[in-house]
């Protein structure tokens, strides 16, 4: 196995053994602690799928919080026919803080590890995540007016009334489900903050893995609920 190969797989073990370590024996990572600010000051959000570039964050903005979102893209169905399509109407999704992860390794590899993470936890379900050594950083879901929030204030990282600036199809070889099976990966996303956002300026969904609905809504039910993971990155 070639040194740089062989480095990775060592990186992503330890990673896995960190993740997934005994919160009895790791109990600081459950209370919400997270990396110091130099830490993820070595982290840069990916912008392209290899073709296509979101905006790059704000002036004057840095990274405030790196999390894992692991839930469901959600769809409703006018009928469940062929001639019906999936219309979207939200997502709802626990942030995981990734944080904790990151002292285990060198920033260039850790990069590599963090970004594959999502394909990987996709296929877990949500009690391994809540029982591993990753505190809830906080919630994504849409409000009644259909906007995306983003409330990490339980962690006093701030709130995020999002709006989209930038949508990019996720990287062809995209995760597109649980164990690999699936439509696809949802886009990679940018937002900034609207009126009523606290502490946070803007946030990135990217590494995406699942979220896409069937392609019609034939044999579904009225209300569809598509499992997904992704990195989310907050910057203010």
């Not at 060592?10 to 990396?35: C, D, N, Y």
């Not at 912008?47 to 405030?64: E, Q, R, Y």
């Not at 949802?186 to 900034?192: E, G, T």
Request: proline share 9%; glycine share 10%.
């Amino acid at each position: 196995m070639a040194p740089a190969i062989l480095s990775l797989t060592v990186s992503f073990l330890v990673v896995f053994a960190a993740l997934f370590a005994s919160t009895e024996a790791r109990p600081h990572h459950r209370q919400g602690s997270s990396a110091s600010p130099d830490f993820l000051a070595a982290y840069t959000v990916p912008l392209s799928n290899g073709t296509d570039t979101l905006p790059a964050p704000a002036a004057g903005t840095c990274l405030k919080a790196l999390t894992l979102g692991r839930g469901t893209q959600n769809y409703t169905c006018a009928d469940s026919t062929a001639n019906s399509v999936p219309v979207a109407i939200g997502a709802s999704a626990t942030l995981f803080d990734l944080s904790p992860l990151l002292p285990f390794l060198p920033p260039m590899e850790g990069q590599v590890v963090l970004d594959i993470l999502p394909s990987y936890l996709v296929s877990f379900p949500y009690a391994a995540l809540e029982n591993s050594s990753l505190p809830v950083k906080g919630h994504h879901f849409f409000n009644s007016a259909g906007v995306p929030i983003f409330d990490l204030t339980s962690t006093n990282a701030g709130l995020l009334v999002g709006s989209k600036i930038g949508d990019i199809a996720a990287p062809t070889g995209s995760t597109p489900g649980p164990n690999g099976v699936g439509p696809g990966a949802v886009d990679w996303l940018a937002l900034s903050a609207l009126g009523g956002s606290s502490g946070l300026a803007g946030a990135y969904r990217v590494f995406t893995a699942g979220g896409k609905p069937p392609k019609t809504c034939q044999g579904q039910a009225p209300t569809i609920e598509v499992q997904y993971a992704a990195q989310y990155w907050f910057y203010g």
